[in-house]
């Protein structure tokens, strides 16, 4: 399954949820798709939810196309000046987000933090019980699909 991409102008928020096989290829066509979003504003916040990927396959060289992505979008104003949640189990996904989140200070003053139950991330975002939930269910606002490039589909394909 794609990793999935909500824009919700209406609670403010940028939901992604990554289920199945998420890599750098994925990573930086999310990132480009969030950050170019017609109705995503910087102050909105963004949730990275993985907490049903079976496969994260990141590697280094993610860390130098996230510095690019820093510099080109702090430049055009978009970075996300919000608070983001990483909902995460594995490690892995774990370290991965603090050494982004060390990247990223760099350019922006925000908010990371790391949860593993929904609810908490939910709260200390401000938003009501179950809206991870409720965005996912009713498909809320604007969904992008993205899939990774080593599975069938595009890169980038837009659903609902």
């Not at 069938?152 to 394909?157: E, I, L």
């Amino acid at each position: 399954m794609p990793t999935t991409l909500h824009v919700d102008p209406i609670r403010g928020c940028v939901y992604v949820s990554a289920t199945g096989r998420f890599t750098n290829e994925t990573y930086a066509a999310t990132i480009q798709a969030i950050l170019n979003h017609p109705d995503r504003k910087p102050e909105f916040a963004e949730v990275w939810d993985g907490l049903r990927l079976r496969h994260f396959a990141f590697t280094p060289a993610i860390l130098d196309v996230y510095r690019q992505f820093m510099v080109a979008y702090q430049n055009a104003g978009l970075l996300t000046q919000g608070r983001i949640a990483v909902l995460a189990r594995q490690e892995e996904i774990r370290t991965m987000a603090v050494l982004l989140d060390k990247i990223s200070s760099k350019y922006v003053q925000r908010e990371i933090r790391l949860f593993v139950r929904a609810a908490d991330a939910e709260a200390w975002l401000g938003l009501a019980p179950d809206t991870f939930a409720d965005i996912t269910r009713e498909n809320t606002g604007h969904v992008v699909a993205l899939s990774d490039p080593a599975e069938p589909g595009d890169a980038v394909r837009r659903a609902g």
